[in-house]
């Protein structure tokens, strides 16, 4: 049974999908959902954390997650998981992780489908030429979270 709840986070909507003590869905856009709207624990964690990690406070989230895609997306996201804070890769650097060197583009639309942005933090990926290319939520929000991560590796040497 899926349970949802939506926030107001930093200017940022933010909704938070809960199913069988998981999160499997993050969004920052209106949607609908099927379940029930309730404000869960484990949805009230996820966004205490979110909340941190837009205040700079949180660089990472111990949350249990559980994004529902095909095997190869859920081989990018491991992939992406391993990004470490403040840090890029590019769409090639993350094919060549999985082992699929000319899967560049494939990775791009794996983003795309990421269920859990910021948790698998797909918006640390970029162009190989260094441009910030691709984000389903825009590139203004791409930079908003890369700017943030930025700041706060920079404030912490």
């Known amino acids: ?26 969004a920052f856009d209106k949607r ?20 941190e990690y837009f205040a700079g406070k949180r660089k990472s989230f111990d949350f249990p997650i559980n994004a529902q895609g095909s095997e190869f997306q859920k081989r990018v996201w491991t992939a992406l998981q391993t990004i470490p804070y403040g840090e890029l890769r590019s769409y090639k650097q993350i094919a060549e992780k ?32 260094g441009k910030l290319v691709g984000y389903a939520y825009g590139l203004d929000m791409k930079e908003y979270l890369i700017n943030i991560e930025k700041t706060n590796s920079l404030l912490q040497k």
């Open 98 to 129: 999985i082992g699929n060197p000319k899967a560049s583009r494939a990775v791009g639309m794996a983003n795309n489908k990421n269920p859990l942005p910021i948790v698998v933090p797909c918006h640390r990926v970029i162009g190989s030429n």
């Open 32 to 51: 609908k959902i099927n379940g029930t709207e309730k404000e869960t624990d484990i949805i009230k964690k996820a966004a205490m954390q979110l909340e």
């Open 1 to 26: 049974m899926k349970n949802y709840y939506s926030y107001k986070i930093k200017a940022n909507y933010v909704l938070i999908v809960e199913d069988n003590g998981c999160i499997v869905e993050i």
